[in-house]
C-alpha cells in the first residue's frame, strides 16, 4: 500500500519579501522559524531531492541510507531490481530502521522492538504480535499494511536518484526542464559511473550560502586564485550561465576557445603573467575531454540541494543537507566511469586535489559561508545586494553576472509562500541611508 | 640505527614541521616519487582510492604548500599533532611498513583548541642509516566529516 499521502506544509513565518530580486533579507539565513518551516516547505514539500547514486547500490538488497532535509531516508534496490526509498524511521516508536550508511540486507529489523520491514519499506512483522501465552499482544485489528515508513516517490535520471514525498509536482523530467537535463546527460550519459570516494564537510553556515555560492560565478575567479597565480591561462574560456524557468536550477559552463588559444591573444593577458610561481608538477593540470567536446567545467544545479559538477577531469556529485540556521552538511562523491582507462584513472585522482574541503579551487567556498554567517550577525534587519549583470534571473553568455543566485531566491520565495512586498526596500539604496524594513 | 626508532625520528620531526614550521620542509619527509593521500577509514576500508588529498611526487608536495603560501584564502589557523608510537608490521632491510595513531587539534583564528581530525597513518618507510624517508603515507581518518576545509596537512 502506497502510504505517500504528500505534506502538509507548516505556516510560512510571517515576514515580507522584496519584490526585487535583487535584494535578500539577511533574517532568512538566522530566523529558527524559517529554517523549520524549509524542513516543511522545501524538502518535505513538491521538490525532488537528490538521494544517493543508483552506482551506491547496484546489487538486489542493496541499500543506501542519505536524508531529504533532516529527515533520514534509506533507498533499497529490491529483488525485482527496482529501486525503493522510505523514511529511515521505525513505524513503532521512532528509531532508525537502518544504522549503517550502506550495506546489503534481506529484510530490516529494527533493534529496539524487532519491528521487520522488506526492501520496500513494508512492515511484515511485529515482534510477539500475538502476545505470549494468550496475553498481551497488538490487538486484533492491528493491520501490518496500515503501519510503515512513509514511501517516498522516485526518480532516476542517468543514474542520480532523486526523491519526494509529495505527489504534487510533475514528474522529474518536467520538474528538471530540458536544458539541464541535457547537461545532466552531457555528463553522465550512456556511461557507467564508478564512485572513487566520499567525503563530508561541515559548514559552519546556512545551507542556502551554499546553494548560493555555488550558483556564483561571479566570484569564482577572484575568491578563488590558483589558477591564477599559477599562471594557468583561464581566460581563453568562452562560457554561458543557464537559468532554468522556476529559477532554481543553473548550469554555469566554460570552454576552450580554439581560435583565442590559436591566436595567443587572450594567453598574453595572463593576469599575473610575470608570476614567479608554477606547479612544480604540472601534471595536476593534464586533462583529456571528459564526453569529447571543448567543455572544461560544468556546474550544475538541481533546486534545492544538488550540485553536478565537471571541473576539468573531475567529475563529483554534491548533497547540500541543512543541520541547523547555520550548519550544514555537504556530501561528496567523487566519480570516475566504468570506460576510463588507467591513465585518465589517474587524471582523475590527481584533479581530485582541485575539488573537496581540500580543494584547491574548492577550499575557500567551504570557509566563505562562515565568514557571511558572522558578517550578518546583528544585521538581520538589512539586506544583500545582488546586481551583477542587472535585476533578472535569465541566462546569459556573461557569467559576471548574478543571475543564477538571483533565480534561487526566485525559487526560494516560491517554495516558501513569501509574499513579494513592494514596500520592502528598493534596489536603490542611497549610500549613506540605511535601508527601511517593513514587516508585517 | 633500529628502524623503529628513526621512524619515531622522522615521524616527530614531520608533525614538528607542519606544527611549527617551515611548512615548505614538509615535502622533504617524502621520497621523490610517493604516494601521499589522505583519506577517510571508510573510503580505506572499500578500497576506493580518491583521497582529499591525493600526489604521487615530491613536486605535487610542493605545489600543496606553495598554493597554500601563495594562493588560497584561509582563516589562519595552527595545528598540534599528537602522534602515537609507531607499530612496525613488515621489514624487510630498509622497506619498512608501519602504522603510527595520531590526533589533530587545530586552533582556528582566535578560537578554542579544537579536536579536529583522528585517525592513524599507514605508511612505507625507505630507511638507509638513521634516515628513514616516506615512500608511502596514507593518512587514514577516523571521521568522515571534515570540519570547514582541510588547507594544512595531516
Ligand atoms: S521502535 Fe522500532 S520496533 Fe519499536
Ligand atoms: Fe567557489
Known amino acids: ?440 | 640505527m633500529d628502524n623503529q626508532v628513526a621512524i619515531a625520528r622522522a615521524q616527530a620531526h614531520y608533525a614538528r614541521c607542519i606544527d611549527d614550521g617551515p611548512l615548505e620542509d614538509w615535502p622533504m619527509f617524502f621520497t621523490e616519487n610517493c604516494h601521499y593521500r589522505v583519506t577517510t577509514a571508510d573510503n580505506y576500508a572499500r578500497g576506493l582510492p580518491a583521497g582529499l588529498i591525493w600526489a604521487d611526487t615530491r613536486g605535487m608536495l610542493k605545489d600543496r604548500v606553495s598554493a597554500l603560501k601563495e594562493a588560497n584564502i584561509y582563516e589562519p589557523h595552527v595545528y598540534r599533532h599528537m602522534l602515537g608510537q609507531p607499530a612496525i608490521l613488515t621489514e624487510s632491510g630498509g622497506d619498512v611498513e608501519s602504522e603510527t595513531p595520531f590526533f589533530v587539534l587545530r586552533v582556528t583564528g582566535g578560537g578554542p583548541t579544537d579536536l579536529f581530525a583522528s585517525g592513524r597513518y599507514v605508511d612505507r618507510y625507505r630507511v638507509e642509516g638513521d634516515q628513514a624517508l616516506l615512500r608511502e603515507r596514507v593518512v587514514v581518518c577516523d571521521s568522515k566529516e571534515i570540519d570547514t576545509l582541510l588547507a594544512l596537512p595531516l
Not at chain 1, 493491520?143 to 517516498?152: F, I, N, Q, V
Not at chain 1, 556511461?191 to 567525503?199: D, E, M, S, Y
Not at chain 1, 583561464?234 to 548550469?251: C, F, K, Y
Request: aromatic letters at 10%; proline letters at 4%; one cysteine or more.
Open chain 1, 1 to 440: 500500500m502506497d502510504r505517500l499521502t504528500g505534506t502538509t506544509a507548516g505556516r510560512a513565518p510571517d515576514r515580507s519579501w522584496p519584490r526585487s530580486l535583487t535584494r535578500v533579507p539577511y533574517w532568512v539565513f538566522q530566523d529558527e522559524a524559517v529554517y523549520r518551516a524549509e524542513q516543511d516547505r522545501i524538502f518535505h514539500g513538491p521538490h525532488w531531492s537528490y538521494l544517493c547514486l543508483e552506482a551506491e547500490f547496484a546489487e538486489p538488497g542493496d541499500f543506501c541510507a542519505t536524508f531529504i532535509g533532516e529527515q533520514p531516508v534509506l533507498v533499497t534496490r529490491d529483488v525485482d531490481g527496482e529501486v525503493y526509498a522510505f523514511e529511515n524511521r521505525c513505524a513503532h516508536r521512532g528509531a532508525l530502521i537502518a544504522m549503517a550508511d550502506h550495506g546489503k540486507a534481506r529484510d530490516f529489523t529494527c533493534v529496539y522492538h524487532a519491528w521487520t520491514y522488506n526492501l520496500q519499506g513494508d512492515l511484515t512483522a511485529v515482534a510477539f504480535a500475538e502476545g505470549v501465552g494468550g496475553k498481551g499482544g497488538m490487538p486484533p485489528n492491528f493491520c501490518l499494511s496500515d503501519h510503515g515508513p512513509r514511501k517516498l516517490r522516485i526518480a532516476v535520471v542517468h543514474g542520480l536518484v532523486f526523491g519526494t514525498l509529495s505527489n504534487d509536482l510533475p514528474d522529474i523530467e518536467e520538474y528538471l526542464g530540458e536544458e539541464i537535463l541535457d547537461r545532466i546527460d552531457r555528463v553522465l550519459g550512456g556511461r557507467k559511473p564508478v564512485v572513487l570516494g566520499r567525503f563530508a564537510q561541515r559548514l559552519p553556515n546556512n545551507w542556502k550560502l551554499y546553494a548560493e555560492n555555488v550558483r556564483d560565478s561571479y566570484h569564482a575567479s577572484i575568491l578563488h586564485l590558483f589558477f591564477t597565480t599559477f599562471g594557468i591561462n583561464r581566460l581563453s574560456q568562452r562560457g554561458a550561465i543557464i537559468v532554468d524557468e522556476s529559477g532554481g536550477h543553473h548550469v554555469s559552463y566554460s570552454a576552450i576557445d580554439r581560435t583565442a588559444v590559436a591566436s595567443n591573444e587572450y594567453r598574453d593577458q595572463k593576469i599575473r603573467s610575470d608570476s614567479e610561481y608554477q606547479l612544480a608538477d604540472p601534471s595536476l593540470l593534464e586533462g583529456f575531454s571528459e564526453v569529447g567536446d571543448d567543455v572544461t567545467l560544468q556546474i550544475l544545479s538541481v533546486y534545492p540541494g544538488f550540485v553536478l559538477q565537471q571541473i576539468q577531469n573531475s567529475v563529483a556529485v554534491r548533497q547540500i543537507l541543512p543541520r541547523g540556521t547555520d550548519d550544514t552538511l555537504l556530501n561528496w562523491t567523487y566519480l570516475g566511469f566504468e570506460s576510463d582507462t588507467e591513465e585518465q584513472r589517474l587524471v582523475r585522482m590527481k584533479q581530485s586535489n582541485l575539488v573537496g574541503p581540500a580543494g584547491y579551487v574548492s577550499m575557500e567556498d567551504g570557509g566563505i559561508g562562515g565568514f557571511v554567517q558572522r558578517g550578518i550577525a546583528g544585521a538581520s534587519d538589512e539586506y544583500a545586494t545582488l546586481q551583477m549583470g542587472g535585476d533578472t534571473a535569465e541566462s546569459s553568455e556573461s557569467r559576471v553576472t548574478e543571475a543564477s543566485v538571483r533565480g534561487f531566491w526566485l525559487a526560494y520565495r516560491e517554495s516558501m509562500g513569501f509574499v513579494p512586498d513592494d514596500d520592502a526596500p528598493l534596489p536603490e539604496i542611497g549610500k549613506h541611508e540605511r535601508t527601511r524594513v517593513v514587516r508585517a
